[in-house]
């Protein structure tokens, strides 16, 4: 979770009122529930065998959906699998390439939803990318302004709190728009697997359930971050609760 308007509002709006302090522990603590469950349920569903490795899914359905420029990678770390445009690469974390069960089929098979978005043009998608220079560059200023805010070498007065307010919405503007990228990437995942056969209606309950709450993380993400743009709105607007 984004704190540094947290630490900002320390440094330079100590009269910063309750409602703020509301919304940061509420975020934290629905963060941390959805974390703990996604974990939970991952855990469990990586117990329940399916007859194909999360390599083996990806491949497959990349096939199926006629991609073959698109290769599929082992990376190191946990929930660390991601799709990379730019390479073209579906990479897929060292439990879930190797792994079979369940949760490597729904995590495998979510990944190359990305592919098949990516090859389809899939306007969420092409949004996203085309944000990320600007994510980026928002989130490198957004650091800057945090590290002289606690040196006390920034003044942090109204202009200042409009251009914070201006770089903050990019990134939020950008959570929300993940938002139809991740959901949509998990349907496809869930027809495919469905279609294919290679899931049982059960092994497809429990794959639609694990992808339902890793879904959640990027929805608790977009609100916590509305929710604290939204409160740093009014202030600059000169509302106080």
């Known amino acids: 979770m984004n704190l540094q308007p947290l630490i900002l509002a320390q440094q330079s709006m100590p009269h910063?009122?309750?409602?703020?302090?509301?919304?940061?522990?509420?975020?934290?603590?629905?963060?941390?529930?959805?974390?703990?469950?996604?974990?939970?349920?991952?855990?469990?569903?990586?117990?329940?065998?399916?007859?194909?490795?999360?390599?083996?899914?990806?491949?497959?359905?990349?096939?199926?959906?006629?991609?073959?420029?698109?290769?599929?990678?082992?990376?190191?770390g946990q929930l660390t699998d991601h799709y990379d445009p730019t390479s073209k690469t579906v990479n897929l974390s060292e439990g879930v390439y190797a792994g079979h069960s369940v949760a490597a089929a729904a995590v495998a098979a979510h990944e190359c939803g990305h592919a098949v978005q990516h090859q389809q043009a899939y306007a969420w998608l092409t949004l996203r990318s085309r944000m990320v220079p600007a994510v980026q560059f928002s989130t490198n200023i957004l650091n800057y302004i945090m590290m002289l805010s606690l040196f006390g070498m920034l003044y942090f007065g109204p202009t200042m709190l409009w251009i914070y307010i201006a770089l903050f919405g990019v990134t939020t503007v950008f959570s929300i728009v993940t938002l139809p990228v991740e959901l949509d990437a998990s349907r496809r995942a869930l027809v495919w697997l469905e279609g294919s056969g290679?899931?049982?209606?059960?092994e497809h309950e429990k794959a639609k359930n694990a992808l339902f709450w890793a879904a959640m993380t990027y929805v608790a993400a977009a609100v916590g971050s509305l929710a604290q743009l939204l409160y740093f709105l009014s202030l600059a607007l000169g509302r106080r609760d």
């Not at 349920?41 to 199926?64: C, H, K, V, W």
């Not at 073959?68 to 990376?75: A, H, R």
């Not at 290679?198 to 059960?202: F, N, P, R, V």
């Open 16 to 76: 910063i009122g309750a409602t703020y302090w509301i919304i940061i522990i509420a975020s934290m603590l629905v963060s941390i529930l959805i974390s703990s469950t996604l974990k939970r349920r991952f855990n469990e569903y990586s117990q329940i065998p399916m007859r194909l490795s999360g390599a083996q899914i990806a491949e497959t359905m990349l096939r199926q959906n006629g991609i073959t420029d698109v290769k599929v990678i082992s990376t190191p």
């Open 198 to 202: 290679l899931a049982a209606s059960m």
